[in-house]
């Protein structure tokens, strides 16, 4: 039987033992399933949001904190090599590689190129910031665009800048080492075979655990998954 739970797991671990998604074909013969019975669990776990489907086709697209086409965000380890999201997304990715990891973006998604370590379960590079622009109820209204635009930056100061030349709305800035504790909570089940998304509510009670308290944070009560 395919369920959102085993479907997600399945995915997700074949992503990391391999760098790519599987094909309805490959989940077929992995969850002994008919490629019919995938295909509709694929867009069950869609409405989900548990994967993002190329828009034409039954393909994984994205599956966070993975991205399946290619990012801003490179994330290296010994073992294997991934893309992620966004910020948010790259320290998720490592958070469920339990492994040191090396993510090399650019700040602003310009020209600067920077490493960020972590090394021991250690974010090395403590001094940067990560911004988030989207409000959080607003984020699966268009889930590419919310985490393309959740980057690294240096200080606030080149954080109003670019928001201002791109006309993008200033959000919330948190410093990198936050994010990835928060991340390694966010993400922290994710293969879980019993997998379940979070809820509305438990979404909110974890930004609140880790201090996210600006509006773009704010969340309407829902019974709702995130």
Known sequence: MITNSNLHFTILQEIIDNGFAPNVSELSKILSATENEIIKGLHDLQEYHGVVLHPNEPKVWVIHPFSLSPTNFYVKTQNGEWWGNCAWCSLGVAALLKDDV???????????????????????????????????????????????????????????????KHNISKGDIQPIEKIWNFSKKWYGN?????????????????????DLKNKIWQLEDSNERF
């Open 102 to 164: 090396k993510i090399i973006t650019t700040i602003e998604a310009e020209t600067k190129q920077i490493e960020i370590n972590i090394i021991d379960g250690e974010i090395q590079e403590k001094n940067y910031f990560i911004h988030f622009p989207i409000p959080m109820k607003n984020a699966w209204d268009n889930v590419i665009y919310t985490c393309s635009n959740m980057l690294v930056f240096e200080n606030e100061t080149q954080i109003e800048e670019w928001t201002k």
């Open 190 to 210: 994710h293969l879980n075979p019993n997998w379940k998304k979070w809820t509305i509510e438990e979404a909110k009670e974890i930004f609140n655990e880790f």
